[in-house]
Structures are given as structure tokens and as C-alpha cells.
């Protein structure tokens, strides 16, 4: 025990803290540094491809998820799949100190790929510490672990903004990198007490999986050479070609990963009933986090140029408000954490998700209403802050409950997977999102809050209607290896 928890409990909080430094710390500044002029050391994009370009790149990094799940599943195992992801992001974050604008788009791969491979294999580790029938207790876990992400996202912001407005772009990017090494440097010393959880891959690939993989990394990776060399030999190559590409793999990819993992032979009947019926909390996932994309791009930009930030003789960093959802999720997580385990399973998993979507289209019925009033001015902090609030709840009510349910969804030996699925739909959304603020720049912004605060709204109501054929499907007992027991767990 420390500090009045497990250590693993710890280890696990710690690592995950500093890579969320890294993801909001780069979100808070990304979109601000894309459309800044290149007189102050941006790229100079206009709005609404900076917010795509956002959009594409979160994308990327849900989508990095889906290989990084199967080599943890297959190949490496949870534990070495974490570090080896760590310190990809670190040394991503350290290669974009560079001021050049090839080490930008290096270090963004880099951290990408980083993310997909330790976000998805840590998560599924920590839910192997609850056995089976202990999803109350889990989701109770997730809530507190989540408090690791909003620490990060609390700070984040305010570090990378005021590094990346006032110092250097390239300095507010880099600044994770450091405490990333440390990330993985305490991981590495707290495994030690996990015994041998997640030291082997729950489901190891043959040989001739890995050579099939390889083939098809091999070949897609030269498709997109070949494609990319075409388009600049042609002279007909832009940054929107990138983005436009991400955006629809981001929207193919997870509906195609999906369809092959339900189809899977090491599936039971009855888990592949369940792995359909958790199709439709995936889809509410990525419909949520499409307002999240709002919120880290358009939003900023937002904060930017049509709200007064004068504090005396101060002027606050657009970057500081992305602090106020964390800051206002560290209140209402311990809330939720008590909520979910005094509820237990009377709350079912349709009606949590229904509540955070409907807090989240709150959230652009606010925004609606403020962009009306930005049209004769500059309006005050507080409609943000008020959007940031809703957008807070429904992701401290939304994210655990979905988390949970990837780990219940399947056997554990599908854990990396079934978690890498949970990040590719949040891919999906952010690449409906990235595709989506195109339309701000021919809607009138109002409008095109209203049809997002619709979208939310019809889709909670759905699936309000459908809770109870949902829950049924999605109780039916799993089959195959359980997750350790915490108990045994704690033993070891």
C-alpha cells in the first residue's frame, strides 16, 4: 500500500498521469500554433483547416490504439508494450524542441504511435486487478483513475499555453518530455510488485501471425508511400490531402476493426452477441468525443479571438481555459466514483451513457448561444466556462462506464484489443469532428452548435429507449481465461 492505496494502484496512476501531460499539453496549444502566423512561429493556417488538422491529428493517435492492442495482446505483453509506448513519446516530445518543421511532423508520429501502443495495453492491465462480476468495483477504480487525467490536464494547459504563447511554440511542445522519462522510469520500478500480470502476451501470436502482420504493415506502408510520392511529384500536394486522408481512415478503420473482431473464431455465441450489443456504446462513445474535438479546436480558437481575456493589465492565454474541464473533473470524479459503486448495476450502462451525451450537448446549446452573442463583441469567460463545465460531466460520467465495459466485453485474452477498439471509435468521432468544422465556415456558427446539441440529444434519447434490451445483451456471461483476481493479484 501506498499512500493509502495498492501500489500497483499507484504505478499505474503515475504512468498514466504523465502521458496525459503530454495529450492535453499538446491539444491545448496544437490547433493555436497551426493557425498562428508564421511571423510568430506558427504555420499559418486558416481556422478551419487548423481545427481539422487537430482533428486528424487525435485521430491518429485513437487509431494508433488498434495495432498498439494486438502487439500487447500478441506479441509483447501489457508491461513491455507500456514502456516501449512511453518512450516513444518522450523522445517524440524531445524531437519536437527542434524548431524545424520536419521534426513537428516527426515528433507528432512519434507521439502518436507512442500513445496508441501504452494507452490501450496500460488500461487493460489495470482491469486485469478486478475479476470477473466486479464491474461496480471497477468502474469505481476508473473514476479515481481518472483523477491522474485531470491532474495532467489541469496543468498541462497552463504549462504548454504559456511556454507555446509567450516563449516558443516548440518549447510548449517539448516541455512533457521530461516528465514522460520519469513516467516510465517509475513504471518500471512499480511493476516489479505485479508479479507476473502482464509480463507475457495474454494471446500469443504464431509465427505465421506475426509474418502476416508484418505483410500487411509492410504493404500498407508502401501504399501510402507510393500515394504521397504521387501527389507531390504531381505538384498537386497540400496538408489538407493529410488530413483529409486521416480523417477517412479514421472513419473506415474502426467500423472495419469492429467487424473483424466480432467475427473472430475465439469467440463464443454469446460473447460475439455481446461484442454486437457493445457496437452501440462505441457509437455513443465516438458521437462524444466529436464534441470533444469541438472543444479542443474550435473552442480554443474561440477563447481566442471572440472572448475578452483581459485580467487587469494581463492577458490570459487562450490555451488556460482547456484547464477548466479537468479542473472541474477532479470535483465531480471522487462524486461519481461514490455514485457508481452505492448504485451498482440499478443504473444501467445506456442510461450513464445517455446522461453524459446529454450534459455534452448542453455543452453546445451554451455555445450556440455565446457564438449569437460574439457576433457584437467580445463575450465574457464565463459562457467557456460554463461549456467546459457540461463537457467535464459528461466525460466523468460517459469514459469510465465505457472503459469498464471494454474490459467486461470479452475474454482477457482480448483485453489490448478489445480496449485498442474502444480508442479507434473515439477515433472515429474525432475524425467525424476534424471533417465536421468545415462546415463552421459555412454554417452560421449558432446553427452549427444547435445541429451538434440536436445529434446529442436524439442519439441519449435512443438509447434511453433501448436500455433494457441493451443491458440484457450485454450481461450475458462471458466465457474463457478471467482477468486475475485482485486478491490473487495482491498476493503475488
Not at 240 to 265: E, N, T
Not at 421 to 447: D, E, K, T
Request: with cysteine.
Amino acid at each position: 500500500m501506498v499512500l493509502g492505496r495498492p501500489r500497483w494502484f499507484v504505478t499505474l496512476f503515475l504512468t498514466d498521469m504523465w502521458e496525459r501531460f503530454s495529450f492535453f499539453g499538446m491539444i491545448a496549444i496544437l490547433a493555436l500554433y497551426a493557425a498562428a502566423p508564421p511571423a510568430r512561429g506558427g504555420l499559418g493556417l486558416p481556422m478551419g483547416t487548423a481545427a481539422a488538422l487537430f482533428g486528424a491529428y487525435v485521430g491518429l493517435v485513437f487509431m494508433a490504439a488498434m495495432p498498439g492492442g494486438w502487439l500487447g495482446d500478441r506479441v509483447l505483453g501489457e508491461r513491455r508494450a507500456v514502456v516501449i509506448g512511453g518512450s516513444g513519446i518522450a523522445l517524440g516530445h524531445f524531437t519536437m524542441l527542434v524548431p524545424a518543421a520536419a521534426a513537428t511532423w516527426l515528433g507528432l508520429g512519434l507521439i502518436a504511435a507512442g500513445t496508441g501502443l501504452l494507452k490501450p495495453n496500460m488500461l487493460a492491465l489495470l482491469g486485469r486487478f478486478h475479476g470477473p462480476g466486479q464491474s461496480a468495483q471497477r468502474e469505481s477504480t476508473l473514476s479515481l483513475f481518472y483523477v491522474s487525467i485531470q491532474l495532467s490536464a489541469l496543468v498541462a494547459p497552463l504549462v504548454t499555453g504559456f511556454l507555446g504563447e509567450t516563449v516558443d511554440w516548440h518549447l510548449g511542445f517539448a516541455a512533457a518530455g521530461v516528465g514522460m522519462t520519469f513516467g516510465v522510469a517509475q513504471f518500471v520500478l512499480g511493476s516489479r510488485s505485479f508479479g507476473d500480470l502482464g509480463r507475457k502476451p495474454g494471446h500469443p501470436a504464431s509465427a505465421a501471425e506475426r509474418r502476416k502482420a508484418a505483410l500487411i504493415a509492410g504493404i500498407s506502408a508502401g501504399v501510402v508511400a507510393v500515394l504521397a510520392a504521387a501527389d507531390v511529384l504531381a505538384g498537386t500536394f497540400t496538408l489538407m490531402h493529410v488530413v483529409i486522408a486521416m480523417g477517412l481512415l479514421s472513419l473506415i478503420a474502426p467500423v472495419a476493426y469492429f467487424l473483424v473482431l466480432r467475427r473472430s473464431p475465439a469467440l463464443s455465441v454469446p460473447q460475439r452477441s455481446r461484442v454486437t450489443a457493445f457496437g452501440w456504446v462505441l457509437a455513443a462513445t465516438a458521437l462524444f468525443w466529436m464534441f470533444v474535438i469541438q472543444g479542443n479546436s474550435l473552442l480554443s480558437l474561440f477563447a481566442q479571438h471572440a472572448t475578452d481575456r483581459r485580467l487587469g493589465g494581463f492577458t490570459i492565454p487562450a490555451g488556460w481555459f482547456a484547464s477548466a474541464t479537468p479542473l472541474f473533473m477532479l470535483v465531480l470524479a471522487p462524486v461519481l466514483a461514490v455514485l457508481w459503486t452505492r448504485a451498482g448495476e440499478r443504473i444501467s450502462l445506456p442510461v450513464k451513457i445517455a446522461v453524459g451525451l446529454a450534459a455534452a450537448a448542453g455543452s453546445m446549446l451554451l455555445m450556440s448561444a455565446a457564438s449569437g452573442l460574439a457576433a457584437g463583441g467580445l463575450v465574457s469567460p464565463w459562457w467557456l466556462i460554463a461549456v467546459y463545465l457540461l463537457l467535464a460531466l459528461g466525460e466523468v460520467v460517459l469514459a469510465p462506464v465505457g472503459l469498464s465495459a471494454s474490459v467486461d466485453v470479452a475474454p482477457s485474452t482480448f483485453a489490448g484489443r478489445t480496449m485498442g477498439l474502444y480508442w479507434m471509435c473515439s477515433a472515429f468521432g474525432a475524425g467525424i469532428g476534424s471533417q465536421l468544422v468545415h462546415l463552421s465556415a459555412v454554417l452560421p456558427r449558432p446553427v452549427y452548435y444547435l445541429v451538434l446539441a440536436g445529434a446529442g440529444l436524439g442519439s441519449g434519447f435512443a438509447l434511453v429507449l433501448a436500455r433494457r434490451s441493451l443491458t440484457a445483451r450485454l450481461a450475458v456471461p462471458a466465457t474463457g481465461t478471467p482477468a486475475a483476481p485482485a486478491v490473487a493479484v495482491a498476493a503475488r
